[in-house]
């Protein structure tokens, strides 16, 4: 026994120690490269003038004509690059940004006046060549730019620079919003690469990139030769934690400036800021499936939710309960549609007359939830299902991540689906009711299930006004979706929150999500 | 011993090859990812585009073949997140991981050896009994609870440690001590129960008659043979942190493996995701080589077993 137990005689011996200290060797090479890497900041005692800010997620890439992905714009735009005019998030207004000013000279051309002695962080000139080519490279190319898709979707338009100021914009059919749709395009110089992306981009925003240390950290240093008021921080320094409690923490121990994306659970106390983030949280009524095909019982749903509990319990009072996918301050927004009033009687007695009518109320109606799409969206979707329950409906509930609750969200819905409502939320930061109404309204709209002919052809006539007769056609078919289609029940503009150390001031706004201006960043005192 | 290593990885190959098919085939059952990719408002034109360029329009058995040729050339793709070649992502976060489960183990090892040998010495005293329950608690000890709670404590009310990060040798305490707690249980528990029955063994007894110190009876005699199960655990454990650092690399913003599996599972990102697994599951499997042969090498038994 003893024998047998014995450690082999020493040749073994010495194999083993040297399997085991080769893989210890492998591990503390490697310790080096994680130890001694990037610019991440430590624990406290930044420099005074870098702001220190942290996101949940690292940015894809920083290429300016996917700038409508979140994470990629709210550290690009405005930053890094600039477009040729830019939307006051507070009014709605257009401002000039890189063009001076624009005019129409008729339904589908288009004047811009460019500002002159601009140059890009490399050294070039900004100028109408510029700018053409830009457009031309976000617009219809071949490089898949996400603000194509989002912001264009198929819109055929050609840029010509006249001279070195002067761009001229023509469309395929008349665009009220081509200014508009422009404040999306991040102005690149020509030297850009046309036929792919690029993941650290040239632009004349008033910071550069200094150094991205991938999956640790990313840092913008001040650009001297910024056209503008020079911003007051000489550099930012972002890095990304997907933990809300954790990007919470940062703040309160000193790590960070400006930590985002927080849920009121993050525990983010006095640092915390609110802010309207411009998103509308909603549920997707799929009205071509009984019993949902019955106004009255779309309606049940309306009354039987009660929005101030739910933003009072649920969202911790972060909110505002609502009748419309498009908030104020964004054309479109009509003031006469109210948030429904809670009203369990009237719910009930709604489903009891399409039922006595020989509406199937009985049959099982599926909320299909998506995990995370708001602070305690599970919960949210719990309280709704009661309410329901309550009226008198069956209804049951699945959570999906992201990709697979995109199946539901976008056609081709999938096959053999019983009557469905869908949890989804709206954002407006583009600033106008045709990024909402076609594609989540249309009848043959990207995100709808079931639309009107009334109200197709309210949203087409919609698209084609400008001014205040944009703003009342919008308003109207928004009214007339509320009143007369119901095709969803519309929860509550959201509100955002992020930590703030007393190092710095900033004031978030509706566009904050998608845009973090670090020149509107100040150190504080 | 030859023998022994070819017959081992022949056997271990066949899970290999069964993880990479199984990862390729689930990812794309999950749904097109171009759904994630493009705008909400894409034109089918623009998702056609997508799926053509991506070769995600082609039957699944040619998406395959093309993906074993592809990895036999050693090309593992492009990240359809960020298009950088798949590889130099996996390359990049796959040495931080490493260095932390590396070190935990080391720790997680030498720790469980004092503590563990501690309580074995005088079974049943305050300090074996002090010494299980905490292994116990330890062991089983949520560590996403643990590693906000550690935050709280030692990051935002005490300040004395940075919350996350990767810079400096403070930024390692919290993720490591996360990663350790549970393994150190496992080890102490382990450790204290093969040193309990090699400290009772007739020739600790021998030993001690010929005068040995105690110090040497147990480090150099007890330990010696209590160190073949407690090496089977801890490989297993190790397989376990390089496979399960999910956690704390998505809470401390460690830029490891863990980390860029999940982000690349939620963004159906299936080139990083393949070689992401592809990397994991060689180095599990050549890991459980290694314990087997260190096994082998301390046991002989084990040798002649599957040699004979």
Redesign the interface.
Known sequence: ??K??R??STP??R??AS??LA??A??????C???NS?P?????GAAANTVRIVLP?EP??LEPCDA?LTATGRVTRANITEALTERDPGTGRLQPALATEWKQDSPTEWTFTLRPGVKFHDGTAFDAKAAAFSIDRTVGSEI?C?V???VF??IELTATAVDDTTLKVKTAKPDPILPLRLSFVEIVPATTSATG?V?EPVGTGPYKIAKWD???SLRLERHAGYWGKAPEFAAAEY?????G??RA??V??D?ADVAIGLAPEDGAGDSAVQYPNNETSYLRIDATKAPLNDIRVRQAINYAIDRDGLVASVFAGLGKPAGQLVPEGVTGHSSAVQAWPHDMAQAKKLVAEAKAAGVPTDTPIKIIGRNGIYPKAAEAMEVVQNSLIEAGLKVEIEML????W??Y??RPFPKNLGPTLLQAQHGNQAGDAAFTMG?IYGSKG??SSYGTSELDSMIAAAEQASGEERQTAFAKALEHQSKDVVRDAVLAHMTGILALSPRVTYKPNAATNDEMRLADMHPAG | MLTFLRRRITSSAIPLVVVILGVFCLARL????A??Y??????PE?RA??AARHGFDQPLYVQFGEYLAQVVRLDFGESL????PAAEAVL??F??T??L???TM?LAILGAIAVGSWAAYRPNSAADRIASFTSTTAASMPDFWFA?MG??VF??AL?W????????????VLPVLTLLIRPFGVLVQVVRGAMVSALS???IK?ARSKGAGELRVVFGHAL??AAPPALTVAGDLTVGLVNGAVVVE????W?GIG?LMI?SI?Q?DFAVLQAAVLVTAITIFALNI?ID??YA??D??VRQGVTT
Request: charged content about 20%; overall charge positive; hydrophobic content about 45%.
């Open positions: 026994m003893i047998t137990m450690v082999p073994r011996r194999q083993a399997a085991l893989l210890g492998m591990l503390s090479a490697g310790a490269s994680v130890a990037g991440e900041t430590s624990s406290g997620e894809p890439t409508s898949d996400n194509d898709g989002y979707g198929g992306k993941r991938t999956g640790r890095v990304w934690r997907a933990e409690s954790i923490a940062m309160k121990s790590e991540d992201v990709n697979a995109l199946e969200l976008l594609q990207a995100q | 999950t749904g097109d990812p759904n994630l493009l705008p909400l408002s894409a034109t623009m585009e997508f997140r960020t298009a950088e990049r976060a040495p931080a490493l260095q489960a590396g070190a080391i906000i935050v709280l990051a935002v300040g440690l940075p919350t996350s990060g990767t810079v400096g040798a403070l930024a390692w063994a007739p020739y021998v010696r043979n998505t809470i401390f913003g830029p980390k982000t939620l159906r290694v042969a260190c090498l301390l002989s038994r």
